[in-house]
Structure formats: C-alpha cells, structure tokens
C-alpha cells in the first residue's frame, strides 16, 4: 500500500514555473514507477510524465516535452514534476501515480494502482 500527497500547486502567470512534489509513504517507494497525470474542467485525465523506478528514464505527452521534466528522489520517497514556460492550456488538476510492475514509458492510467488527491494549477494569461 503506497498514500501519495501532492502539493505545489496554485495561482500564476503564463510563463511562469511551479514545482509539484508528491510524496509517498511507506519504505517501497523506490520499487514503484511513477506517474504525473492532469485533468482540465470537462476533459478526460491525461498522462503528463511518467519515470522509471531509478528516476533514469522518463517520458513525457507532447504537449509539455521540453517545458516539464519529472524527477524523484528516492531517499526522500518524493517525486516531483518541474514545470517551465506555464500556459493557460495547462490548467488542470495535476495527480501523481504509482503502478506496480515494469516502467514502460507512458503508460495509460489503468496501469496505475496508487492515486493522490490531486493538487490544482491555474494559469492566467
């Protein structure tokens, strides 16, 4: 059993950088591949950035490459979603994930077992 707890989100500007963390309890964290997924009013949940279990490989939707980069870091059972360059379209509620098994680049949200509660990020133009 994995609790996740997102935090970071808020209020900004378009162009502007926000940090999410999400940290996660219990002594297994580095065993699980992780997920960024977001949910914009109306819309169906996307995945955003996913990360293998040794933080050495990641992947990222189309739409932030570049701009947004996942990490984690194990020590601190806590992984984080960095995010650059802000646009009104990136709006949403952001959740992290956990899944079981192998990371295989960005997997669809069935594949994660373990949700957070989600943290909202506003941009404005």
């Known amino acids: 059993q994995v609790q996740l707890v997102e935090s970071g989100g808020g209020l900004v500007q378009a162009g502007d950088s926000l940090r999410l963390s999400c940290a996660a309890s219990g002594r297994t964290f580095s065993s699980y591949p992780m997920g960024w997924f977001r949910q914009a009013p109306g819309k169906e949940r996307e995945t955003v950035a996913s990360i293998s279990r040794s933080g050495g490989n990641q992947e990222y939707a189309d739409s932030v490459k570049g701009r947004f980069a996942i990490s984690r870091d194990n020590a601190k059972n806590t992984v984080y979603l960095q995010m650059n360059s802000l646009k009104p379209g990136d709006t949403a509620v952001y959740y992290c994930?956990?899944?079981?098994?192998?990371?295989?680049?960005?997997?669809?949200?069935?594949?994660?077992?373990?949700w957070g509660q989600g943290t909202q990020v506003t941009v404005s133009s």
């Open positions: 994930a956990a899944r079981t098994g192998y990371y295989s680049g960005l997997s669809s949200e069935s594949e994660y077992v373990y």
